[in-house]
């Protein structure tokens, strides 16, 4: 062994984190761990390489308490976190340099813009330095996965059932420890970086809904599976039962790992047989679409942008602020859209079932963009994905892979009475309506005078009238879209 490899065996790696911001299952870190080398993990905010997209404000919230979560995790196991913020590519040289790295760990990530900094990384650094990129976020690498003729799947279903044939791979325990480096390199306060809001303090809701943090994420899990995933195929679609896993932002950050999620679920299958098979599997399904969401955003040139479907590149959007704010606001005067984007402002999440909901009202009934949509949400989400959010509003508004068609469009009511029949929903995040009847309150301008005037509602003043007629707008949606249907 000459000098250098030597010396190899004894130079810090340095790990740099992104959207992995666990120990649990975190193969680049557990690999370093593993050598017995000093382990510097990085975590850097880039807001300013090229193509890498701001953080919304929700995010920004998640962020500084997942890192705050991470950093105390970290010096558990005997090491610290290293924070800095600015081109990821000066940013990793300068730390490389001053701790005398000669390895750099990552797991991947599917951006096109992310995957084009991590390649202009790895070349400045050079084929001789050790660059390692590990899976760790999603269950299938995207370019592992091809249809027969070797392309990607745009469709679904012959993507689940290609996936869900091999069982994904077990999870990785936390490392034991971590070695220190001689020096941490210098980092910067987390504080400093000002993420939390200070004027107004719009975070009381959303920090009593969440916990961001590994820990919670597990905790999370392991409820889930305790107490909803047996009923989870039945009650997923229910906005008031709130009985999906609520893991979404967890994911979303890395603080928990699909496998982990994975192999916890198939655990609690195996040893209750009160799951039935048709839980697990609707919950795997949902968990897959999540990696189908990743593999477009992989292969597509610019999910957020760029419409799926080129067709749609013609489609006759309109423009209308006061509408666009209206919808943002819940002042549509439609409950059930009204209360879904009053649970987002409020708590930084919607459930999935008015997600769809509030997308096809967008989309069809106002006729905005669905990238006015996509941007709202990705400023108001805790869990705003990249990959996810474009993706699912392309579904929605009909220009996505797979993607509901166009002319299918939700009625706002008859949607509000399936699935919030008791309208429990709409109570909780619309209260200026929670005395009205059952039967009122999913078409409050249909009630009559005395029934309005019973629970306390103006129409115009105490709740808004519908700021569209549904039939007609649909109507309007129809025609638009024959422009383009070809
Ligand atoms: P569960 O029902 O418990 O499902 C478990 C996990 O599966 C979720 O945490 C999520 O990671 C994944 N999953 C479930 N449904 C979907 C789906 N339709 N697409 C992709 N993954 C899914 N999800 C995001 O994580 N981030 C987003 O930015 C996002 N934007 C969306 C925008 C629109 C317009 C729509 C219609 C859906 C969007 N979704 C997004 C998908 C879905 O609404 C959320 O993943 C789900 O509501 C999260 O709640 P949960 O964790 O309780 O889900």
Redesign the pocket.
């Known amino acids: 062994m000459n000098d250098n490899s030597s010396k190899a065996h004894s130079d810090p790696i340095v790990v740099w984190m992104r959207d992995d911001l666990r120990l649990d299952d975190n193969p680049a870190l557990a690999a370093a761990a593993d050598t017995g080398r000093p382990v510097v993990p990085l975590y850097v905010l880039d807001e300013t390489s090229d193509g890498i997209r701001a953080l919304g404000g929700a995010h920004q919230w998640w962020l500084h308490h997942s890192l705050d979560a991470l950093a105390r995790s970290l010096r558990g196991k005997g090491t610290e976190l290293t924070l800095r913020r600015g081109a990821a590519k000066g940013e990793l040289l300068d730390i490389i340099a001053a701790v005398g790295a000669t390895a750099l760990y990552f797991n991947r990530r599917y951006d096109p813009a992310g995957r084009a900094v991590d390649d202009r990384i790895a070349e400045a650094l050079g084929a001789a330095f050790d660059v390692r990129r590990f899976t760790a976020n999603i269950l299938h690498e995207p370019d592992e996965v091809q249809t027969t003729t070797g392309g990607y799947y745009k469709v679904y279903t012959p993507f689940w059932k290609k996936l869900s044939a091999s069982e994904p791979r077990d999870p990785i325990d936390a490392p034991a420890g971590f070695k220190q480096p001689e020096d941490f390199p210098r980092s910067d306060n987390l504080a400093d970086w000002a993420l939390l809001p200070t004027k107004p303090d719009w975070s009381g809701d959303i920090a009593e809904a969440w916990t961001p943090g590994e820990k919670a994420a597990l905790e999370r899990l392991e409820t889930?599976c305790n107490d909803d995933l047996a009923g989870?195929h039945e009650a997923?679609d229910n906005p008031s039962a709130d009985r999906?896993?609520?893991?979404?932002?967890?994911?979303?950050w890395g603080e928990i790992s699909?496998y982990r999620?994975w192999h916890t679920v198939q655990t609690y299958a195996s040893r209750r047989q009160s799951i039935p098979d048709d839980a697990i599997r609707t919950?795997k399904k949902?968990?897959v679409?999540?990696d189908?969401?990743a593999h477009l955003l992989h292969h597509c040139d610019n999910l957020t942008t760029t419409n799926i479907n080129k067709r749609f590149d013609a489609f006759p959007w309109r423009r209308s602020d006061a509408d666009l704010r209206a919808w943002q606001r819940g002042l549509t005067g439609y409950p059930i859209v009204d209360a879904g984007m009053r649970q987002l402002w409020q708590t930084g999440?919607?459930?999935?079932r008015v997600?769809?909901i509030?997308?096809s009202f967008l989309t069809k009934d106002l006729l905005l963009d669905w990238r006015d949509?996509?941007r709202w949400?990705?400023d108001t989400?805790v869990?705003?994905?990249a990959a996810?959010?474009p993706?699912?509003?392309q579904?929605?508004a009909g220009s996505g892979a797979d993607a509901q068609p166009f002319f299918r469009v939700f009625n706002p009511v008859t949607q509000s009475e399936k699935f919030d029949p008791a309208g429990t929903y709409i109570r909780r995040f619309a209260p200026e309506l929670a005395e009205l009847p059952d039967k009122a309150i999913h078409a409050p301008w249909n009630a009559s005078d005395e029934t309005l005037a019973k629970a306390g509602v103006r129409l115009g003043e105490t709740y808004p009238r519908p700021i569209i007629d549904h039939k007609a707008a649909r109507e309007r949606a129809l025609a638009a879209y024959s422009e383009i249907r070809g």
């Open positions: 889930f989870y997923r999906t896993s609520g893991l979404s932002p967890h994911l979303r699909p999620i919950f949902e968990l679409w999540r189908f969401n999440w919607m459930h999935n997600r769809m509030v997308g949509g996509e949400f990705w989400l869990d705003g994905d996810s959010n993706a699912q509003w579904w929605v």
